[in-house]
């Protein structure tokens, strides 16, 4: 039982250039979330989906998109990078009856 | 706007010490409030979640506390240990979307 993984661990981009944010959950949790955490902002939510075809936006969605690829998968894509989206990513997912939120390890992205 | 408050950002204190870490926020139609800790360069760890109906909930050493009238919640750690040194995050979920506070940088020292 891994509970939430995320792909990759540490990347950098250059300006302009795109990517993918893999997370997966092996817990059938119907809720996930994308946040990303920046030095003295917190964690601040990017999107989440609350079930299987379904993502809705959070506090900071802009630059970019989100796929539900299944109840376990849900990426995350940055079609053009951006230095602002400097950061480290967490993935996280939570079940119908227990809320609690469980994350992932974090991707840590850097932009040039 | 939902605003979630932790002070201090950072405490120091020695081993074996009782302490409290504060939690403030500003909804007050809050669902649940949950408090996580997180290693330098780790993932946040669940610890404990109140429901807006519950007062307290515990875990081993840990207590925590909620009070939806004054827009605030508490962290007890009893006898804290080096092992405890890590930052302790707040957040609080209204319509299954969590708010986190900055957090409080805990060091216990041995």
């Known amino acids: 039982n891994a509970g939430v993984t995320q792909t990759p661990k540490f990347q950098v981009l250059k300006t302009g250039q795109s990517m993918t944010l893999q997370c997966a959950q092996d817990m059938n949790h119907n809720s996930m979330y994308w946040y990303r955490q920046d030095p003295g902002m917190g964690l601040r939510l990017i999107y989440y989906s609350a079930s299987e075809g379904t993502t809705d936006k959070g506090e900071v969605p802009n630059g970019y998109n989100v796929s539900r690829l299944n109840k376990r998968e849900f990426s995350l894509r940055l079609e053009s990078a951006a230095p602002s989206q400097t950061s480290v990513y967490f993935c996280?997912?939570?079940?119908?009856?227990?809320?609690?939120?469980?994350f992932g390890p974090g991707t840590r992205l850097l932009v040039l | 706007k939902q605003e979630v408050t932790q002070i201090p950002a950072a405490l120091s204190v020695p081993e074996g010490e009782n302490l409290v870490l504060n939690c403030s926020f500003t909804d007050s139609a809050i669902y649940n409030l949950q408090w996580f800790r997180q290693d330098p360069g780790k993932g946040l760890t669940s610890l404990l979640l109140?429901?807006?109906?519950?007062r307290e909930q515990t875990s081993g050493r840990l207590n925590a506390s909620l009070d939806k009238s004054s827009g605030r919640s508490t962290l007890y750690i009893a006898a804290s240990q080096p092992g405890d040194s890590a930052t302790y995050l707040c957040a609080e979920s209204a319509t299954n979307k969590l708010i986190f506070g900055t957090g409080t940088l805990l060091a216990v020292q041995p």
């Open positions: 109140i429901q807006s109906s519950q």
């Open positions: 996280a997912s939570s079940g119908f009856w227990d809320e609690t939120q469980y």
